[in-house]
């Protein structure tokens, strides 16, 4: 995500952004940027992401990029949600964070009085909710202050539905066992997905940057191990990326060795209209990012909406129609990528807010 240029305006246009707000904080010298971009559908929830960003225009391009994307994920997952997300763009790689600079975040989020409500990403976490939950109640994922707690159990949850609905879209069994895995990036939500498939029989093989997490996922579950370099090309029967964005391109898609592509990393393929195509022409089944990994949102939205606890699991579950849905109506688009967001543009173009009070960001 490497050399994009600021151009702001013209970005929010293209997009279709309705709200993009910079702010510095003198006392902590935090600096983020809000992305709003929809709240046709309702508030616009979606994480606070901590990172280093090489410039400002890389800052935003994430922002602009991941906010857009968590319109697609509330309306393809049929929530009365619209789609924000924040970065906070850290002086230094693997800058530690503090309570003051959480609580700075905290009183930003709350100067749009609900129309987006923050939660974690990558670098947050729920005791970095809590902290910006001292300054504002417009946060989910927090585990005192606020409401929720890791919404990664649950996006690892998702994204095994979504992996059944391409075995079954494959006229495969849907059960893993004897499968081979290919599982990049055991954080949060990686970590998770390796205990579940591993619990359903998988062969699952690990990556990460960080050997810890490597070396814990091979203690705890005995996988094995891949290099970073290795794990992409991984030959196996489903790819699983869950680290960052853009780690599928054209090129890339070119070398991948497995029969289909689902995991929870947001943005994973560098150019969505152009690496889907590709992937497809592969013969690769692409399950869209945004569809497999709702499951994390679903959750959080759903506490903030009032849902119970069984109807949050059922809405989790219906992942896996959803993506059957998307899967079949991919076989008059371009790609799966192209009908994932039809349906999620459908739903916003035909859908109301609901009757839960909701602030305009516009
Ligand atoms: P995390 O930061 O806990 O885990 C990401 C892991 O990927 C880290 O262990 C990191 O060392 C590793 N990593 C980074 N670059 C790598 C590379 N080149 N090769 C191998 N490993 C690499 O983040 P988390 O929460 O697990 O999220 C993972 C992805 O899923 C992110 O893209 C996030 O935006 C997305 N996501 C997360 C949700 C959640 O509930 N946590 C919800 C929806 C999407």
Redesign the pocket.
Known sequence: MNGHAMNTFGQMVERGHERVCFHYDEETGLRAIVAIHSTKLGNALG?T?RWHYATEADALYDVLR?SEGMTYKAAAADLPMGGGKSVILLPKPGYRPSEAEARAMGRFVDTFNGAYIAA????VDPQYVDWMAKETRHVMGGETISTGG???P??ARGTVYAMRACLAHLGRPTSFDGLTIAV????????YLVSMLVEEGAKVIV????RE?VERAVDEFGVTAAS?EE?ITAECDILAP????G?ISANTARKLRCRIVA??????LDDPDEDAVVLRNQGILYAP?FVA?????IRLAGLYLGMTEAQIDRKIAGIEDTLAQVLRDAESAPSTYVAATALAKQRIARGSRSDKEQVHAG
């Open positions: 994480g992401r991941l974690e990403d990558v670098g890791d919404p990664s649950y996006t990049q990036g055991v954080g949060h939500v990686g970590h990556s990460d940057i960080d997490r970073p794990i869950c680290a960052l964005g780690v995991g929870a990393a947001n943005n994973m990012d990994n709702a499951g994390g949102l």
